[in-house]
T-cell receptor, first 109, second 114 residues
């Protein structure tokens, strides 16, 4: 089955700096890669997703890149703000829908 | 999360007791998922339904766990008997697809088994 790894597990950045979170997956048949943000006491919420026929997708300060050959994808957040502080999960969907272990992002004012 | 209502939000119970977690999804989504979240294992899929029918329950850890979806607007996850290692946050999520598309999560039910 699918296995998703995510790095780093924790990340601290200064407000205004960029943050990058990386994920790798094992199932070459996976074709859908969403990113979720989870704030304290809440359920995960989709922030951006990418499908296997696209290499990059942007939505304002958030971008995701996908390298299908290397089986890895990354989340990029630019001009970070304190409200970006949360736990971020990547996921990969092939036969199964599998989440990465999460990255706790802290944006320091 | 406005599309999925979970109850209770918090439950504390003693080992051996029966626990029932509830999920009320908004209409129009054919798929319903139950996830469990722990520090050690992250987000794990327990079971999912399509049009109220259980499709994949391979993630259900033991026979102590059962889930039902009697209609499109209600689902339950039951643990009987509960054990301390069942302590976790349980999420219900809905989607229009099993393979792609957004998962809408509820706010979760935090279960503590003493």
């Amino acid at each position: 089955g699918e296995n998703v790894e995510q790095h780093p597990s924790t990340l601290s950045v200064q407000e205004g700096d960029s943050a990058v979170i990386k994920c790798t997956y094992s199932d070459s048949a996976s074709n859908y890669f969403p990113w979720y943000k989870q704030e304290l006491g809440k359920g995960p919420q989709l922030i951006i997703d990418i499908r296997s026929n696209v290499g990059e997708k942007k939505d304002q300060r958030i971008a995701v890149t996908l390298n299908k050959t290397a089986k890895h994808f990354s989340l990029h957040i630019t001009e970070t703000q304190p409200e970006d502080s949360a736990v971020y999960f990547c996921a990969a969907r092939g036969q199964n829908f599998v989440f990465g272990p999460g990255t706790r992002l802290s944006v320091l004012p | 999360d406005a599309g999925v209502i979970q109850s209770p939000r918090h439950e504390v119970t003693e080992m051996g007791q029966e626990v029932t977690l509830r999920c009320k999804p908004i209409s129009g989504h054919d798929y319903l998922f139950w996830y469990r979240q722990t520090m050690m294992r992250g987000l794990e899929l327990l079971i999912y339904f399509n049009n109220n029918v259980p499709i994949d329950d391979s993630g259900m850890p033991e026979d102590r766990f059962s889930a039902k979806m009697p209609n499109a607007s209600f689902s339950t996850l039951k643990i009987q008997p509960s054990e301390p290692r069942d302590s976790a946050v349980y999420f219900c999520a809905i989607s229009n697809s099993a393979n792609t598309g957004e998962l809408f999560f509820g706010e979760g039910s935090r279960l503590t088994v003493l």
